[in-house]
């Protein structure tokens, strides 16, 4: 099970795991929030829609798209 740290909380998720999926388990699945102040999260699942940009170990990556791994720093845009 890997353990990762998701805006700066301690998580342990199953193996296999999508970062989307860690998100949509501790909270209320949002990565960011738009221009206009609304709370945005991953719409497609497969990274059309880019609405799960997230900055994971300092790059950005699509949530759904990466697999949660041991040690992972996750970080969501306010």
Avoid: F, N, W, Y
Avoid at 25 to 33: K, Y
């Amino acid at each position: 099970m890997p353990d990762l740290m998701l805006d700066g909380r301690a998580l342990k998720v199953a193996e296999g795991s999508s970062v989307a999926a860690a998100l949509a388990l501790v909270g209320d699945g949002c990565t960011r929030t738009s221009v206009g102040g609304q709370r945005r999260a991953p719409l497609c699942g497969m990274g059309i829609c880019q609405e799960c940009r997230v900055t994971i170990d300092g790059r950005r990556r699509l949530a759904c798209q990466t697999l949660c791994r041991d040690g992972m720093r996750v970080e969501t845009l306010p």
